[in-house]
């Protein structure tokens, strides 16, 4: 089947370093998103990986491991605008993209 | 920026009505998809298209209708609103054969079903 898992909540402080862990199983795999999505409104797009490695975009990194089903994202020096909700999802067989439940942020000061 | 558009913002109905929702990208784009969730909760695939005059049920369940007459529109209209239909729609669009487009949400509208 298809599945992806990811935490339910998490807390981090201001100024930190905080990384959000993925696992999925798809039908097939043609890549790998994160999206960020505050409270009331749509997701917005943070990152692809579709390749082994590390791709960092300023503040943001994503990390993907294909052979284990396994992605991260990386996201430093945190600000209170990061508190939102972070959307795993993955580009199965033609090109459905299958979401997470997605984790929860809270930054605090 | 706006590229996808979606109406009404807001809903409230009666059960039993029949209602569409609106959905319309100004990017050419080929895929476009419905997403249903509720609050602090996950997106459910409810239908997809590929391109005109193609539709698909997606994962969940629902007694909603589609429909592609044109690249740019692609409808939602649920023929008799009940309660379980309360919760928040999610259009999206994206490039047909390109794995590294990510999809483009609209706005959504938020259904309450009385």
């Known amino acids: 089947g298809q599945n992806i898992d990811q935490p339910t909540e998490m807390t981090a402080t201001e100024g930190a370093i905080v990384q959000i862990n993925c696992t999925y199983q798809t039908s097939g795999f043609n890549g790998l998103f994160w999206y960020q999505q505050h409270a009331g409104e749509a997701p917005t797009f943070l990152s692809y990986?579709?390749?082994?490695g590390l791709e960092e975009k300023g503040r943001f990194s994503s990390f993907l491991s294909r052979s284990k089903g396994y992605s991260y994202l990386l996201l430093k020096e945190l600000q209170m605008k990061d508190s939102a909700s972070y959307l795993c999802?993955?580009?199965?067989?033609?090109?459905?993209?299958?979401f997470g439940a997605g984790t929860r942020l809270f930054v605090k000061a | 920026e706006a590229d996808i558009y979606q109406t009404p913002r807001y809903l409230v109905i009666g059960t039993g009505k029949k209602i569409t929702l609106e959905c319309s990208q100004t990017m050419g784009h080929d895929k476009m998809y419905w997403y249903q969730q509720d609050p602090g909760m996950e997106l459910h695939l409810i239908h997809y298209?590929?391109?005109?005059?193609?539709?698909e049920k997606g994962d969940l369940s629902s007694e909603s209708t589609v429909s592609r007459i044109r690249t740019e529109h692609f409808p939602l209209t649920l023929e008799s609103a009940r309660p379980s239909h309360t919760s928040q729609y999610l259009c999206?669009?994206?490039?047909?054969?390109?794995?590294?487009?990510?999809?483009?949400f609209g706005n959504g509208t938020r259904l309450t079903v009385t």
């Open positions: 999802a993955a580009l199965g067989t033609g090109f459905k993209t299958i």
């Open positions: 999206a669009s994206g490039q047909e054969v390109l794995g590294n487009s990510p999809l483009h």
């Open positions: 990986n579709v390749l082994d």
């Open positions: 298209s590929y391109g005109v005059n193609s539709t």
